[in-house]
Structure formats: structure tokens, C-alpha cells
């Protein structure tokens, strides 16, 4: 959709809350609106995906066989009213035959998040994409949100956080492995 288009809904958004798309504060609203919305809902354009790089997981004749942890934080927004939820993320995989470099994690992760979701759909297509370029060992996501639909209207409950997590292979096999990366997330 071509932006002028986009900034018109943007005014007549605007309208609807009652607001005067007119007025000199928001003259240049509808403009930085849209240029936002190109930059946070990039996740419905397959050609700003990621390509997830991996190498042999070999290094002078050594291979990892460890677990490989990266947490960091997410953005997204909920498909149910449109506002964000956001916080903190723990991945981790044991490698099989390939690695990745971890700034890769975060990419994937800007990159599902960068649409209308649902948090159990996001580690699910998180996950997903992951496990198919590295068939790994195993792998593990938990995501851990506030809401802000949940916090600013209805019952207004500021003090709870939704987890949702998938976990593949080792992480859901092996007992010992699944308490080893929650005893070092702690959460
Ligand atoms: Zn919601």
C-alpha cells in the first residue's frame, strides 16, 4: 500500500478517537506514524527475513556439543487489540552438525515479532525457523511478556507476566538438560 494512503487511515484514525487531524501537533503525526509502522510490522515483508548463516559446527577438529545460550529482549503486538507486548527472551540450542552466530537469534526474533501475534504462535515461529536451518540437538525458547492490552484496559492488571515457551528434542527429552537451562535463565 502506497504511504499517502497509509497516512490517510492514519488521519482517519485520528477521527474516530475524536482527535482533529487538523491541528498543528499533529500535522506531521500521520507521516511519522506510518514511517514506524514500516519499520515495527516489517514481519509481513519475506524479503526483510533474515537468512540464517550457519557454519560447521568444527573448530580444529572440535566440535561443540554444549549448550549455547542468548537472551535479549522482544517487541511485538498483540493481534487481539493491537497494542504491544514486550520483554525478555531465553533461547538456547546444542548444535548437531551446524552453529550460528547469535546475532542471528535476535534478527529472527526482531523479524516474527514484526506483526500482529499471538505470544504462543511467536516461539512456535521462532522455533520453527531456527530448527530448520540448524537441525540441532535440541532448542529451546521462552518468552516472558507484559501485555499491554492486559495493563492499560479491563481489569488492569499490572503485576503478571505471560511465559510461553517451546521446547525441542534434548531441552523436552532430557530432564537433566531441561533443568539445566532453567536453573541458568532463572525465571
Ligand atoms: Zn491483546
Known sequence: MLNSKKEQIVKEMLLAIGEDPNRAGLKETPKRIVKMWNEIFNGYDIKTKPHITTFPNKTDGIEYDQMIIDTGYFYSHCEHHGVPFFGKYYFAYIPNK??????????????????????????????????????????????????????????????????????????RENLSTREEFLNVIKI
Not at 124 to 149: F, S, Y
Open 98 to 171: 551446524k552453529i550460528m552466530g547469535l546475532s542471528k537469534v535476535s534478527r529472527i526474533i526482531d523479524y516474527f515479532s514484526a506483526k500482529l501475534q499471538i505470544q504462543e504462535r511467536l516461539v512456535k515461529d521462532i522455533v520453527d525457523e531456527i530448527e530448520k536451518a540448524l537441525k540441532p540437538k535440541g532448542i529451546a525458547l521462552v518468552m516472558k511478556a507484559r501485555h499491554l492490552c492486559k495493563e492499560m484496559r479491563g481489569v488492569k492488571k499490572i503485576d503478571g507476566e505471560m511465559i510461553t515457551s517451546d521446547t525441542r528434542g534434548a531441552f
